[in-house]
C-alpha cells in the first residue's frame, strides 16, 4: 500500500490500518514513526487518545452525500485506494482451487533449480470497498489514522483555519485532513501514483 505516504512497508501499513480499525471503538489511533538517530532506524508506536465519534459521523454524512451527488468522485477516489497482493502460487495446487493455495504449499521449495520463477497470483484488494456510509466512514479513519497521527506527533500536519472535533484552533481533525485530502475535489498529494 504505497499511498504516498511511506511508514516502513506494505505489510506495516496493512497491519497498522488492521489495528487502527480495532482500536477505532476504545477511541484510540495508532501511529508510527521511524527515525534515523546515528547509524541506527528507531521506530516508535504512538497511542493517541482521539474521540471519534464525531469524526464518525461527519464522515458517513460525507460519504452519504458524495454518493447522492458525487459518486463518481467519490468512485475515482475510493478505486486509488487499493494495494496489490501477489502471492506465491505452486503448480501443484493451483489446479486444486484458492482455498487449498496457502494451506498445502510447500514452506521450501523442492526443486533445486533456483533459476526457476515462481508463479504468482496477483490481486487488487480495496482498502475501502462500497458499503454502509459509516462503514466507509470508520474504514478511511482506520486507513488514514495511523497516517495522521504520523502527521501529528512530528508536526507535519497542514494548519487549519477552522477545526471541528479537536481542542486546538489550528490542527485539523482526522475527518478534515480525509475530507480535504482524500475525498476533496481539491489536488490530492496523498493519491499521487
Same mark, same amino acid.
Given at each position: ?28 489511533? %495508532? ?120 502527521? %501529528? ?29 482524500? %475525498? ?10
Amino acid at each position: 500500500m504505497r499511498l504516498a505516504f511511506a511508514v516502513a512497508n506494505t505489510n506495516t501499513d496493512l497491519r497498522l490500518a488492521a489495528a487502527n480499525g480495532a482500536l477505532l471503538r476504545h477511541r484510540v489511533l %495508532l501511529g508510527v514513526t521511524d527515525t534515523v538517530e546515528g547509524c541506527q532506524s528507531v521506530i516508535q508506536l504512538w497511542f493517541v487518545y482521539f474521540n471519534l465519534e464525531n469524526c464518525v459521523q461527519f464522515l458517513s454524512d460525507h460519504v452519504r452525500e458524495m454518493k447522492t451527488s458525487q459518486e463518481s468522485l467519490l468512485r475515482n477516489r475510493l478505486s486509488q485506494l487499493c494495494v496489490v497482493l501477489e502471492t506465491g502460487v505452486s503448480p501443484m495446487t493451483t489446479a486444486e482451487g484458492p482455498e487449498n493455495l496457502l494451506e498445502e504449499a510447500p514452506l521450501l521449495p523442492s526443486s533445486s533449480h533456483p533459476t526457476e520463477r515462481p508463479l504468482l497470483q496477483t490481486e487488487l484488494h480495496q482498502l475501502v470497498p462500497e458499503a454502509e456510509p459509516e462503514e466507509m466512514a470508520q474504514q478511511l479513519l482506520a486507513v488514514f489514522g495511523g497516517y495522521y497521527i504520523r502527521l %501529528l506527533v512530528t508536526s507535519q500536519l497542514p494548519r487549519a483555519t477552522g477545526t471541528r472535533h479537536t481542542d486546538s484552533p489550528s490542527i485539523p481533525c482526522p475527518c478534515q485532513l480525509i475530507e480535504a485530502h482524500i %475525498l476533496g475535489t481539491g489536488c490530492c498529494p496523498f493519491l499521487a501514483r
